[in-house]
């Protein structure tokens, strides 16, 4: 039997509605985690209704930037 691998992948993109602001460059901010919650809840369900849905492990935002 051939056993799974795990794959990490980077998909960068643009939120057009989401006014940036320096304390999203820092991780340890209450709006950076907010907003890394919210955008991992999202993705997640995107993702896994997507045709990757189900080999789909799971996302983490890790950075905002201008």
């Known amino acids: 039997t051939?056993?799974?691998?795990?794959?990490?992948?980077?998909?960068n993109f643009?939120?057009?509605n989401l006014p940036y602001s320096s304390d999203l460059e820092n991780p340890d901010s209450a709006r950076f985690r907010a907003t890394r919650r919210v955008m991992n809840t999202l993705l997640?369900?995107?993702?896994?209704?997507?045709?990757?849905?189900?080999?789909?492990q799971g996302c983490e935002a890790t950075d905002f930037r201008y």
Not at 44 to 56: A, M
């Open 2 to 11: 051939a056993s799974a691998t795990i794959e990490r992948f980077t998909i």
């Open 14 to 16: 643009t939120i057009t």
């Open 44 to 56: 997640d369900r995107l993702l896994k209704e997507s045709s990757i849905g189900p080999l789909f």
